[in-house]
């Protein structure tokens, strides 16, 4: 009798520190949606504090209370039984000792951020999201020198960072070795623009900028993780250990290719398959399920690819893009709307918990004794100019592969107009033919007419390259990945730092943004609808890719594509009649009839240019 009352008694006592934990945790939120309204209204003190930077200090001001008034810096010891000496003790387990655990184990759990609780549960969802939004006409346009930055530019200053705080260790008074610094490299290379995007979205910017900022960081958070593993992985085998560089180098490149290109091929075929699955079974008679299943779409292809030793975020990332086109069009319209709304709530809860958490922890780290100025301070400035050497030579690099090739385009760019003009002209059948034997032919030049012009984007100009350069900030991946660095004596001071370059990059760097823009004269206020109108359209994939899709791909996965791809499309679409990529966008209009009735009216809606899934 006495063992079970005291089993319920610390089962109570277990749910009541859970309980507390949540409530804490509720409050905070509460309170940073009352701050993020604010900053809504108010926009010229939210383009001075960022939202991100502003619930990193509620978490901030919640950590100093939870660290000053409830914290015991011997929790830890006391909760798992030792004394100073490591020797087990018996603990008389009397009422005032169990609360004073419970309390202590309270903050500890309050003030810790576990890496495996980051890229498990509050990660995927924020990855998901920014595949299954992204904008494919302007990623695609952009493809090029996304990739470059992305790829070829986190490697660059994955390399520039390791090899300036390698020549300078005489400056901070560390004998790191060069393969751990060029791993600590690469999970500080990761960024978050995520202050900058929304500075970006509220005020309309060039949509090339936005569009490269926002492609970059998302692959380059991929593959700054990818890269990391790897080197991590290397680290982990030869701690102490004489390297042979090339053998190392040959199963580096091994491990980083098939784990990039191996979880791109699992993103694709979990989406591929998803869209078999909802053709063949019906789910649009049972709505809830329906989007029980869309639901899984977030954590399903992390967890898989962890499974098989890939990379789950590369994963996820390619299976929202894949899913947005050819999984979403086999859901019901209404399911489609409320996954779409259920994608972007749940990677906005579980962003505002990563800076809350980001903030809450700054006060676990004090006391370990491993702050370096000097090495925080190198390292500041070996992330500024390893991302200056990202920017500026790829910039150039590309800018002069699109001199060389802007001669040929022009032409065919003339040859396509004139084929579309011949094409308009003898499928039109809206057109009077005496007015063709006449000559007149004013509705076939209007049809062509090109819309008003913007900015050329076929180059990276400057300003745009200035500003990327600027909106290098890092953020919670790069602490997530420090917090998994391997077990070296340097750990502790690499984990203190990435902590202080996140914040230090998201308050000063994420609250100037504004004051760069106006510096750089940023164009704003840009029209989505007419500058995607004016934009030059370009085919999606290659052409063989493209005919493949469209005669065997969507037939096979997508339900009733024959009748989609015989669809006509209006000549004043901004839709290309060759992407057979159904335009199904819907809105669900909620009209209240009286008291008990709902009318649900579909209408339509177009995906905006600055809509990130934010």
């Not at 709505?287 to 954590?299: G, S």
């Not at 390292?379 to 001199?403: H, K, M």
């Not at 609250?511 to 106006?518: H, L, V, Y």
């Amino acid at each position: 009798n006495m063992a079970v009352s005291t089993a319920g008694s610390s089962w109570h006592e277990s749910n009541r520190g859970v309980s507390k934990f949540i409530t804490i945790y509720l409050s905070l939120f509460l309170v940073i949606l009352v701050l993020s309204k604010f900053l809504h209204d108010y926009p010229r003190i939210g383009s001075i504090i960022p939202e991100a930077a502003m619930i990193i200090l509620v978490g901030m001001v919640a950590g100093l209370f939870v660290f000053l008034f409830f914290e015991d810096p011997h929790a830890e010891e006391a909760a798992y039984g030792y004394d100073d000496y490591g020797q087990q003790q018996q603990y008389a387990q009397g009422q005032e000792e169990q609360v004073q655990q419970q309390t202590d184990s309270l903050a500890d759990s309050i003030l810790s951020f576990s890496p495996t609780v980051f890229f498990v549960v509050l990660l995927p969802p924020i990855i998901f999201n920014s595949g299954y939004h992204v904008q494919k006409e302007l990623f695609f346009r952009h493809l090029t020198p996304i990739a470059m930055y992305a790829f070829i530019g986190t490697a660059i200053c994955t390399a520039v960072v390791a090899a300036l705080l390698y020549s300078f260790q005489w400056l901070y008074g560390m004998e790191s070795s060069f393969l751990e610094l060029l791993t600590f490299g690469a999970l500080i290379s990761a960024t978050d623009p995520v202050s900058t995007l929304a500075v970006f979205s509220s005020k309309h910017v060039d949509p090339q900028l936005f569009y490269l900022v926002f492609g970059e960081s998302m692959l380059n958070d991929a593959v700054g993780l990818v890269l990391f593993n790897a080197l991590a992985h290397l680290l982990e085998n030869h701690l102490g250990q004489d390297i042979q560089v090339g053998d190392e180098v040959k199963q580096f490149l091994f491990d980083f290719v098939v784990a990039f290109l191996g979880s791109l091929v699992l993103g694709i075929v979990f989406a591929l398959a998803m869209a078999m699955l909802l053709k063949y079974l019906d789910f649009r008679s049972t709505p809830i399920l329906e989007l029980c299943l869309a639901f899984t779409f977030m954590y399903l292809p992390f967890v898989v690819a962890e499974l098989f030793h890939l990379s789950g975020i590369v994963t996820v990332l390619f299976a929202g893009i894949a899913c947005r086109r050819y999984v979403e069009p086999n859901l019901s319209s209404i399911t489609a709307v409320n996954a779409d709304w259920i994608y972007r709530l749940t990677a906005h809860v579980t962003e505002t918990l990563i800076f809350l958490e980001l903030g809450l922890s700054v006060w676990s780290l004090i006391g370990h004794g491993a702050f370096s100025f000097g090495f925080l301070l190198t390292s500041l400035l070996a992330c500024l100019i390893g991302r200056a050497v990202n920017i500026y030579p790829l910039t150039l690099l590309y800018n002069l592969t699109r001199g060389r090739k802007a001669g040929n385009e022009q032409k065919q760019n003339a040859v396509n107009e004139a084929e579309e003009t011949d094409y308009v002209a003898a499928t039109d059948d809206n057109i009077d033919k005496k007015q063709q034997s006449n000559g007149t032919t004013d509705d076939i030049a209007t049809a062509v007419q090109p819309s008003p012009s913007f900015e050329d984007d076929s180059r990276v100009p400057w300003r745009t390259a200035h500003m990327m350069w600027f909106s290098g900030l890092r953020g919670a991946v790069s602490y997530g990945l420090a917090r998994t660095f391997p077990d070296t004596n340097d750990k502790n001071t690499i984990v203190v730092t990435t902590m202080l370059l996140v914040l230090l990059t998201t308050f000063f760097l994420g609250g100037t943004t504004e004051i760069m823009m106006n510096i750089l004269h940023v164009p704003t206020g840009i029209d989505e609808d007419k500058y995607l109108e004016s934009i030059e359209k370009r085919k999606l994939l290659p052409g063989f890719l493209l005919r493949f899709e469209s005669s065997k791909l969507f037939p096979w996965v997508v339900r009733d594509a024959h009748v989609l791809k015989n669809k006509k499309v209006d000549k004043n679409q901004a839709d290309d009649e060759d992407d057979p990529e159904i335009s199904r966008y819907e809105n669900i209009e909620v009209v209240s009839e009286g008291l008990h009735r709902i009318s649900i009216v579909q209408t339509n809606r177009n995906r905006k240019i600055f809509d990130y899934g934010a």
